[in-house]
């Protein structure tokens, strides 16, 4: 036992001293963000090389992301200096497992990003980094056939729904395409999108009148849908190949369509409901785990994130916005350009209803986007009665709630105390 | 006459059963070689094509994508960080599989059948549960990192693939075999070496072919507890599924070739195995 302990001793120590010589070396950015190939390429070849210091960055699933991280915080002894992941990562994570970085000196330029970066402390527990939303696109081929007197940047659900009627009319196919997929980003569209612009809410409203109506009209659309919409996760490959012309999806999963082909499709902002024009942001940060081998170095590579120059870099490599106040160049590549001027409409409408990330949910922001994932197959799919199904998700709903004790986030009116569910 | 009769059927019967026979090897043949084939196809094709469809048949050797990963940051190292893990695998799951397997099939020892029960346990617990501990675990003892490390996750993964391949391949091999050895002069060792040995060769091939895919396969454990040292697999089948369609094929690729090429290169052992070595 001695020998053992002895020896793990041995091992461990010089294992120590290596990770402190490997840390002096290069910070490790451990991301959940910028994943594909090209991109997690452009991050370090255009936007960390000129860090000033040794950047190892490496992008992962979200499952190795915490597995390791906690690992790390779990022995006390870490390689990673530098977090990067969407606002829901952190969200899951114990706030005393980030170090405090309000006296940084750096934030967003907007006070609700700052906000939702302290997790409901009163410290800056991540720093906003980057943001993006989601957005329509559609083949140009398919625009004859957009209804009578409809603008395509003023589009409602109605139109929609006769738009994509028309192009499966005319071309035998239903070619409206929904990333239902098992990594499409579903759940956004049903939070962020159809239930502000139908109900004015997300949780309060979950099973009013009024989302029926809203899963009403989502049926009606997918009579239209291709019905491999089941498989699809990233839109921007079925708008390439033709199995799609107008989709709904994140604005980085269709940049490849606009940079492979930018003068076969346009960009336009998502529709509007009779409560308005419902999107969401999506917002990712950068963070620093309490067991950050160099301190000094990670908050120096924090810092530099934030640059103006940094922040263009970025949004060059990886499609996501900047989040402080930049001019951006005109020689941005087309995804940029079409998706950054969708989005400029989308929130100029008179009619916008901008939704906020789902807060305060904690390590529960899996099981909130399940409710809404399940009372999709089960309305949607296996076409189940929509009162019956939304009362019977409703439970799970208001449980979820009353555990995390969450307040109401825009478009839900606010609350004292965990968000009802009316 | 009556040969006659009796001969046409039976050829037909012939006949038909060969056509039965080649039929379902080329039916086998093109079940492997066709998604090999397309992901060649499409590894040498330009993104423009690989959206389109119909899919052409002959390769246009546009290198675009396999330049790209040529240029990817840390793709060599990767590589070769699998490769050692794999071969370390591979050599501790056969060293510690293969004496498992005699023992199992050459002596009786007390709670024999549960201990061929608790050996396929190892693969009972899905990795991601048993990542956490185990990182932890290899951070406080300073195998975090490493690919000594690595390799021994991954042989514990192997392992029952090599005790239970080579415990059936020990007993298909008459005890009498090692017993006339004995007699002849040899110890048990050296019987074992002299006789046994060669004969379960392609055996313990195919078993150490299970090891080398387990391990190069596996994404969880690798990702979790190296950073530095990552496997090829860790390094890019995480990424692989958000990247764009012509990136997917040229990695998926680069994934299975290093595979292949070290299947063929075991292949004589294995097909030893089936009785149709040397020809």
Not at chain 1, 106 to 111: F, L, Q, R, T
Not at chain 1, 307 to 325: C, H, M, Y
Request: hydrophobic share 50%; glycine share 8%.
């Amino acid at each position: 036992m001695t020998l053992f302990s002895k020896i793990a001793g041995v091992a461990s120590g010089v294992a120590l001293s290596c990770t402190a010589m490997a840390a002096q070396a290069d910070v490790l950015f451990w991301s959940t963000q910028a994943k594909p190939v090209e991109e997690s390429q452009a991050m370090r070849e255009q936007v960390l090389a000129g860090a000033g210091q040794g950047v190892d960055y490496q992008p992962n699933d979200a499952g190795p992301w915490l597995t390791r991280l906690n690992a790390e915080l779990q022995s006390g002894s870490g390689t990673i200096g530098v977090l990067g992941g969407l606002h829901g990562d952190f969200a899951a994570m114990s706030p005393d497992d980030l170090v405090d970085l309000s006296d940084l000196g750096v934030s967003s330029a907007s006070e609700t990003f700052n906000t939702l970066a302290m997790l409901g402390t009163d410290k800056m527990l991540y720093i906003p980094w980057m943001q993006a939303s989601y957005i329509m696109a559609a083949n140009k081929e398919a625009l004859p056939y957009l209804p009578e007197g409809a603008d395509i940047d003023a589009l409602t659900y109605d139109q929609l729904i006769e738009w994509a009627a028309n192009v499966h009319e005319a071309t035998g196919e239903p070619k409206f395409g929904f990333p239902a997929g098992p990594k499409g980003l579903k759940h956004r569209f049903f939070q962020g999108y159809l239930y502000p612009s139908y109900t004015n809410g997300v949780v309060r409203t979950f099973a009013s009148d009024d989302a029926v109506v809203a899963w009403e009209k989502f049926r009606e659309l997918w009579e239209h849908t291709n019905p491999a919409s089941t498989n699809f996760s990233f839109m921007q490959e079925q708008l390439l190949s033709g199995d799609a012309w107008i989709v709904f999806d994140h604005t980085s999963r269709l940049a490849q369509a606009f940079n492979d082909r930018p003068d076969d499709f346009v960009a336009f902002p998502a529709p509007a409901g009779p409560a308005g024009r419902g999107f969401m942001p999506v917002l990712a940060g950068v963070a620093i785990p309490r067991t950050a081998p160099d301190m000094e170095a990670a908050k120096a590579l924090v810092k530099y994130m934030l640059a103006p120059e940094t922040q263009i870099a970025t949004l060059r490599a990886t499609n996501f916005f900047p989040v402080v106040d930049v001019a951006l160049p005109d020689d941005l590549p087309p995804s940029v350009q079409a998706a950054g001027a969708a989005v400029a409409k989308m929130s100029a409408s008179p009619d916008a209803n901008p939704g906020l990330l789902p807060a305060g949910l904690g390590d529960k922001g899996g099981e909130f986007n399940r409710v809404f994932v399940d009372a999709f197959e089960r309305i949607v799919l296996a076409r189940q009665d929509i009162r019956a199904v939304l009362d019977d998700e409703k439970g799970k709903l208001a449980a979820i709630m009353e555990e995390t004790g969450a307040p109401c986030w825009a478009p839900d009116a606010p609350s004292e105390g965990a968000c009802p569910v009316e | 006459m009556t040969d006659a009769v009796a001969s046409a059927p039976g050829a037909d019967t012939r006949k038909s059963a060969r056509f039965l026979y080649v039929s379902a090897v080329v039916f086998l043949c093109a079940w492997v070689l066709v998604p090999i084939y397309f992901l060649l196809i499409n590894t040498l094709s330009s993104p423009e094509t690989v959206t389109s469809f119909p899919k052409p048949f002959l390769p246009e050797f546009d290198m675009g994508s396999l330049t790209f990963f040529a240029g990817f940051a840390g793709i060599l190292t990767a590589l070769k960080n699998s490769v050692v893990v794999a071969g370390m695998t591979m050599v501790m799951s056969i060293v510690i599989g293969a004496p498992a397997g005699y023992a199992l099939s050459r002596f009786e020892f007390r709670g024999k059948g549960l201990f061929r029960l608790l050996i396929l346990l190892t693969r009972a617990f899905p990795l991601p549960l048993l990542a956490l501990p185990l990182a932890v675990l290899f951070i406080r003892t300073g195998l975090d990192d490493t690919a000594f490390g690595l390799a021994i996750v991954h042989t514990t993964l192997a392992i029952p693939f090599a005790v239970l391949i080579t415990f059936s391949l020990f007993s298909g091999i008459p005890i009498e075999l090692e017993e006339a050895a004995w007699t002849l002069g040899c110890t048990r060792l050296t019987a074992f070496t002299k006789v046994v040995l060669p004969l379960i060769l392609p055996g313990i091939a195919a078993s150490a072919i299970f090891a080398f895919v387990i391990s190069w396969n596996e994404v969880f454990a690798a990702a979790v507890l190296t950073i530095e040292n990552r496997t090829l697999t860790a390094f890019l089948l995480q990424n692989l599924d958000t990247s764009p369609l012509h990136l997917k094929f040229a990695g998926g690729f680069i994934l299975v070739v290093p595979a292949l090429i070290f299947i063929f290169a075991v292949r004589k052992y294995l097909f030893a195995m089936w009785g149709i070595a040397n020809r």
